[in-house]
């Protein structure tokens, strides 16, 4: 992807989260925390489960039970 269709692409993107801004008003703060608050509950369970997986194989690895 070349320079200048990179910069459109983000400047669509600006504009888009600059009007949702707008209509939101004041519930944009809270829709905001609510968003960061869900990714980071959906990435916080990814490595719980990744570190999960990694310990069960290397108990299978060691021979544990």
Do not use: K, P
Request: hydrophobic share 60%; with cysteine.
């Amino acid at each position: 992807m070349g320079t200048f269709a990179r910069f459109v692409v983000y400047l669509f993107i600006a504009i888009c989260v600059i009007v949702i801004a707008v209509i939101l008003g004041a519930y944009g703060s809270w829709y905001f925390a609510w968003m960061v608050g869900t990714v980071m509950m959906v990435l916080i369970a990814a490595a719980g489960a990744a570190l999960l997986d990694t310990q069960e194989e290397e108990r299978r690895r060691s021979g544990g039970h």
